[in-house]
């Protein structure tokens, strides 16, 4: 070959190699543009057929007599059960024990005697709990439910404890991870034993947080608890579905209910929460659209800005992002003041 047709070659391989070069950038670019487009509509027409569809009848789906709810005495807790009582079912009703100060509105008695008046013809019984670490509940509720078939689980229990991590008690940490997450493992894993063993068609709902999608200074165990409640809700639903059990996780927005009275070290955020919280009574039928038709739901308008937020930034890049700024923030000086050599240790 002459050394011109060699350049001539040379020339003509490299503008091919260019341009092929820049046919993987537009390709790399229209995937890049492409992927969160279909993100967006698979999330958003998922979404809006569950709220178009409605609360699914859990009685008729799966032939089902008996439904239990945790942390039924107040809040989502409590209105949930009356939507499910409202369906036909039977409510079997764990809460903590009501005492002297227990105001109606929190009152595992109170709801009991209403739904017991309101539907005659349905059976509801009471299961006292506390789900704090080292108390073992279980017992109480394997007794309360050994002649019946619980094929509706509702794991609804769960508080927040506020305040830097160093500053809190261990054993307040400890009762919130118990509460939020260990009770859930522990009950779910009763209920689905039997399920199976009987082949009975059921339902295990969560009650999460959009909170897991971020990282949570100054309720650090809250955000981690309700991460592990969403993934252990999707990975399970995966291995029973086969089965006919049905497994998700629902994210509602702020609810106005006993959850923020359990918060010890004031919280700007939360304070912006709680005046966007909506009423416990809108929750329910929420939840119960998604049944059968998602593993992890989003409810209400902050969720849905919440996880659109959460797709687009890493965690990696929030969690740096937080820190920059956090020592700044008015949450972090006013309960940094008693830290280090200022305050004392905690047991």
């Known amino acids: 070959m002459s050394k011109i047709n060699a350049l001539v070659y040379d020339g003509t391989g490299l503008y091919i190699g260019l341009k092929l070069k820049s046919l993987y950038f537009v390709y790399f670019f229209a995937i890049c543009g492409i992927i969160p487009v279909l993100w967006t509509a698979i999330y958003c027409l998922s979404n809006l057929y569950m709220k178009l569809a409605g609360p699914v009848n859990l009685k008729k789906k799966y032939n089902a007599k008996w439904a239990l709810v945790t942390g039924a005495s107040s809040g989502i807790g409590r209105e949930l059960s009356k939507v499910l009582a409202s369906q036909g ?16 509105h929190m009152s595992l008695n109170t709801i009991l005697d209403e739904l017991k008046s309101t539907y005659k013809g349905q059976e509801f019984r009471k299961i006292e ?31 927040i404890v506020s305040g830097f991590f160093d500053t809190t ?4 940490q400890l009762n919130n991870l118990e509460c939020n997450t260990t009770s859930c493992v ?13 082949e009975l068609k059921g339902c ?5 947080s959009v909170s897991g999608y971020f990282p949570n ?6 955000g981690a608890t309700k991460a592990f409640v ?54 329910p039928k929420l939840m119960l659209s998604c049944v059968g038709r998602s593993h992890l739901g989003d409810l ?45 240790k905690l047991d």
């Open 300 to 344: 209400g308008g902050t969720a849905f800005f919440m996880r659109f937020f959460a797709a687009i930034l890493p965690m990696d890049f929030l969690t740096g992002l937080i820190s920059s700024v956090a020592p700044n923030l008015p949450d972090y000086q006013r309960n940094n003041k008693n830290r280090g050599s200022g305050g004392k």
């Open 217 to 222: 200074p100054f309720a650090i165990m809250y």
């Open 169 to 172: 008690t261990l054993n307040a």
């Open 230 to 283: 969403s993934q252990f809700a999707a990975s399970l639903a995966i291995e029973v579905r086969a089965k006919g059990i049905d497994v998700l996780a629902v994210h509602p927005s702020p609810v106005a209910s006993n959850f923020f009275n359990s918060v010890t070290h004031k919280i700007d955020a939360l304070d912006m929460a709680k005046k966007a919280a909506v009423s416990p009574a809108t929750v």
């Open 204 to 208: 295990i709902m969560f009650t999460s």
């Open 186 to 198: 522990k009950v779910t894993h009763h209920f689905l034993q039997l399920l199976i063993q009987k």
């Open 129 to 159: 709990a506390s789900f704090n670490y080292g108390v073992d509940y279980m017992p109480a509720i394997i007794d309360g439910t050994k002649d019946i078939d619980v094929q509706l689980i509702f794991n609804n229990a769960g508080f």
């Open 89 to 104: 079912l039977s409510v079997v009703l764990v809460a903590l024990a009501d005492n002297d100060k227990t105001p109606p």
